[in-house]
């Protein structure tokens, strides 16, 4: 079993829908990323969370530290969010370990 | 600045031939990485510096040799490498100050993409 977990690993949605991207981890962290890739593209970084909640334009990452579990929200979802989405926790270490990625296609 | 610029975008390099990845950050993080993406696959780290000294190596073969000229340029040494070193290669820096990559906002390059013929 993988340290850290998402789901769904492939994810179509239309226009406008509302997406939830989750991340079960396992280790215990200092803080979780979330992390957008665009297909043959570098990697941008979203958030860093260690608790509560954060918001960013329509994003919105939670995370529950006693769960180990995180959540990505996007809302009123556009094409442009296609991408793959990752999840990676950091710990003690410079070393972040990183689920196996979530494929989001959002359709017009 | 708030990029990590990494060149060149694209190399094809034979077996034979030697090659340098060159990665470049102006934010004055102190900490910086290399990582390797497969298709598909989440990036593996390969090596991390840390205030200029070689602070992880994930193992990865000698035919890979890092260096880290100061602290605003991170080079990746390719030498002899084989098909199967084709991959995507991201360059990433963080503050690297109190703790660790798991507590600092990591900035990723857009990556070198490299195909060993």
């Known amino acids: 079993k993988n340290e850290v977990e998402q789901s769904p690993q492939n994810l179509t949605a239309q226009e406008g829908e509302f997406i939830t991207i989750n991340c079960s981890y396992s280790v215990g962290i200092s803080a979780l990323h979330w992390l957008q890739q665009h297909p043959g593209g570098g990697i941008v970084s979203l958030f860093m969370?260690?608790?509560g909640k954060k918001k960013h334009g329509r994003l919105i990452a939670t995370i529950n530290i006693q769960e180990k579990h995180s959540s990505l929200h996007i809302t009123a979802s556009h094409p442009r969010d296609s991408a793959v989405y990752i999840c990676a926790v950091g710990g003690a270490t410079n070393k972040l370990i990183f689920g196996t990625g979530t494929l989001l296609a959002v359709q017009p | 600045d708030t990029e990590v610029t990494q060149t060149p975008k694209h190399l094809v390099m034979g077996m034979t031939n030697k090659k340098s990845l060159k990665c470049e950050q102006h934010?004055?993080?102190?900490?910086m990485y290399w990582y390797k993406q497969k298709a598909k696959k989440p990036p593996e780290l390969m090596f991390v510096?840390?205030?200029?000294?070689?602070?992880i190596n994930e193992s990865v073969p000698s035919r890979f040799s890092p260096e880290c000229p100061n602290s605003s340029l991170l080079n990746l040494h390719l030498h002899a490498l084989q098909p199967e070193d084709s991959a995507l290669y991201l360059c990433?820096?963080?503050?690297?100050?109190?703790?660790?990559?798991?507590?600092?906002?990591?900035?990723f390059g857009a990556g070198s993409r490299l195909t060993v013929l």
């Open positions: 969370l260690s608790s």
């Open positions: 990433a820096s963080s503050h690297g100050r109190s703790g660790s990559a798991g507590a600092n906002v990591l900035t």
């Open positions: 510096y840390s205030y200029e000294k070689l602070s």
């Open positions: 934010m004055g993080h102190r900490a």
